[in-house]
T-cell receptor, first 113, second 114 residues
Framework: DQQVKQNSPSLSVQEGRISILNCDYT??????FLWYKKYPAEGPTFLIS?????DKNEDGRFTVFLNKSAKHLSLHIVPSQPGDSAVYFC????????????FGKGTRLSVIA | KAGVTQTPRYLIKTRGQQVTLSCSPI?????VSWYQQTPGQGLQFLFE???????NKGNFPGRFSGRQFSNSRSEMNVSTLELGDSALYLC?????????????FGPGTRLTVL
């Protein structure tokens, strides 16, 4: 049973526009959420995170929004750049002191120049 | 500062064989986690080691095992390989357990079981 779901396997966006990647989770015990980016032949790299006590976290072009009542989070990339083309994974963990991450299956973002 | 290194990068085995994968964490990192990535299941947590002790274990059969050495290097072993074990195995290291400590991933070992 997938506890973290990324329902869109792929997304194409024009360069300069906004990319919105979505993630849903089923377990209300998750209290920390992360986004990772993965290029081919490389391991995932950390992008941005958010604690359940917040509803928004921003870092440069990347913003993560958390809607706890809907058990939904989203990653916004503005403006999108061709170098953002990668697979994006949403991840969650139980309790901030616990390391194991529960990942979604990923969304492949293609930014078209 | 060198990143997380994993060896070998690619491996081909046949069913029934066993395999050992190695992970060297970033210098100073004492926590190592292993994940399996498959197209159908995404990334799934295998186990986590800290100070040579297994701290957490994912929902995988006993054929999957691991260990950590005093220098924080870690190995994982899969015995009696099955076709479904074909996957990318990723190792991640962090200073210590907990989400306050960012996990840095290695490039992975691509295992193919024929």
């Amino acid at each position: 049973d997938q506890q973290v779901k990324q329902n869109s396997p792929s997304l194409s966006v024009q360069e300069g526009r906004i990319s919105i990647l979505n993630c849903d989770y089923t377990n209300s015990m998750f209290d920390y959420f992360l986004w990772y980016k993965k290029y081919p032949a490389e391991g995932p790299t950390f992008l941005i995170s958010i604690s359940s006590i917040k509803d928004k976290n921003e870092d440069g072009r990347f913003t993560v929004f958390l809607n706890k009542s809907a058990k939904h989070l989203s990653l916004h990339i503005v403006p999108s750049q061709p170098g953002d083309s990668a697979v994006y994974f949403c991840a969650a963990s139980f309790f901030s002191g616990n390391t194991p991450l529960v990942f979604g299956k990923g969304t492949r973002l293609s930014v078209i120049a | 500062k060198a990143g997380v290194t994993q060896t070998p990068r690619y491996l081909i085995k046949t069913r029934g064989q066993q395999v050992t994968l190695s992970c060297s964490p970033i210098s100073g990192h004492r926590s190592v986690s292993w994940y399996q990535q498959t197209p159908g299941q995404g990334l799934q947590f295998l186990f986590e080691y800290f100070s040579e002790t297994q701290r957490n274990k994912g929902n995988f059969p006993g054929r999957f095992s691991g260990r950590q050495f005093s220098n924080s290097r870690s190995e994982m072993n899969v015995s009696t390989l099955e076709l479904g074990d074909s996957a990318l195995y990723l190792c991640a290291s962090s200073l210590a357990p907990g989400t306050d400590n960012e996990q840095f991933f290695g490039p992975g070992t691509r295992l193919t079981v024929l």
